[in-house]
């Protein structure tokens, strides 16, 4: 009893310090055939890291029962062909009673996200139904009476705004803009719930902006509309995504990045696709997003983050590289470390003072 009042306590102490415990998430992908059982990666997790967030590509059953009673938050996915199913009400409550209430009691789902990068599909079928399958999987959670825990939304790429440099130029490409994107906002607002968004300065990164992708020392980028100075590309990519959402009178809707990450293994042509290079980057974007620096035009703020990802994964198509984004190999060893095992906790927290470094440190001896 005087632990949990104890533990309490130093929350409110944060509170009153006016910041928040670290928040950082992970993607865990299955598109393999050497992983670990999910009750061995939820021990894992919690024994072992810091991670307090995971997102699944899904809403598979064992992995629901892995993560009861774990406290972990989590997200799940539903696929995109089944979106059109979804915008039937009856669909929707039946999916929800067998995905999710089920579940509900011990499993801490936090999130519902429909579908995955939808417009990047090109499929107009789906995107048109996007909204209205959204709009009905909220009603069939209010039915549920889960719709104040479960948060509804949708991640979409970097590849829906029609520029990121400069951040400024940032808008959602025409059509769109106001046919998808002005009535999901809405929907968003409305119901309190985040934009998600996929970052991965590795794919605008070359040999002349590495440096700038990975937070290394750089010239930056100036935006002359803003006259703000860029030191790091992920900043002018969530800033554009920002600058397109205020566009559209949506500037106060929260965002959250679904996913971002660096490949630690690639094609001999590709240049520094490395567990050094990866390890940079990710260690240095866990650090940024949640140190409540923000960004040029976002400052003063932190980001709910989820790194991709947990594991390589050995099945997955395409170039080298998309195998290899993994954390942590299938024995739990990491890859390289980025100051996300229980032991380096001090690595991300980034404190603003002596009583802050301390108050996390105790927390965390508590929660063990």
């Known amino acids: 009893m005087k632990i949990n009042i104890l533990y309490f306590s130093l929350l409110l102490l944060l509170q ?7 928040m950082i998430g992970v993607n865990y992908g299955t ?14 997790l919690m024994d072992s890291t810091i991670i307090n967030q995971v997102k699944l590509f899904d809403t598979n059953s064992n992995m629901l029962h892995a993560f009861a009673h774990t406290q972990l938050a989590i997200t799940v996915t539903i696929p995109n062909n089944l979106i059109p199913q979804l ?22 789902i936090i999130r519902i996200l429909v579908g995955n990068e939808v417009l990047s599909t090109g499929n107009k079928f789906l995107i048109t139904n996007l909204v209205p399958a959204m ?25 829906v705004v029609s520029s990121s440099s400069p951040p400024s130029s940032g808008s959602f490409r025409q059509g ?12 968003l607002r409305g119901i309190g719930s985040p934009f998600v ?20 020392p750089n010239k930056g980028v100036f935006d002359n509309s803003t006259n703000v100075m860029y030191t790091n590309m992920f900043d002018a990519q969530l800033d554009s995504v920002f600058c397109a959402m205020k566009k559209l009178g949506f500037d106060d809707v929260d965002i959250v990045i679904g996913e971002t990450g660096w490949p630690s293994q690639g094609d001999p042509s590709q240049v520094e696709v490395d567990p050094q290079t990866a390890a940079t980057y990710n260690a240095n974007v866990v650090r940024h997003v949640t140190s409540g620096d923000g960004t ?18 050995d099945l997955k198509l395409g170039p080298t590289f998309e195998r290899h984004f993994g954390l942590f190999s299938p024995n739990l060893m990491a890859v390289y470390d ?19 470094a301390f108050t996390v440190s105790i927390l965390w001896l508590l929660s063990c």
Do not use: C, W
Not at 16 to 22: A, M, S, T
Not at 87 to 108: E, P, R, V, W, Y
Not at 299 to 311: D, Q
């Open 16 to 22: 009153i310090l006016g910041v928040e415990p670290k």
């Open 31 to 44: 598109v393999a055939n050497n992983l670990p059982p999910p009750e061995k990666v939820a021990k894992f």
């Open 87 to 108: 915008t039937n009400l009856t669909f929707a409550q039946d999916f929800i009673n067998t995905n999710i209430s089920s579940f509900i009691h011990s499993t801490n």
């Open 135 to 159: 709009e009905t999987l909220h009603e069939a959670l209010g039915s549920a009476r889960l719709d104040r825990k479960i948060q509804v939304s949708t991640p979409h790429s970097l590849g």
């Open 176 to 187: 769109y803009d106001e046919h998808v994107f002005r009535p999901l906002l809405s929907f």
């Open 197 to 216: 968004v996929n970052l991965y300065p590795f794919f605008g990164s070359s040999n002349e902006t590495l440096d700038y992708a990975v937070f290394r």
């Open 296 to 313: 040029p035009l976002m400052p003063n703020r932190t980001f709910e983050t989820y790194v991709f990802a947990l594991f390589d994964e």
């Open 338 to 356: 980025i100051g996300l095992l229980k032991r380096n906790l001090g690595v991300i927290v980034s404190p603003k003072n002596t009583l802050y």
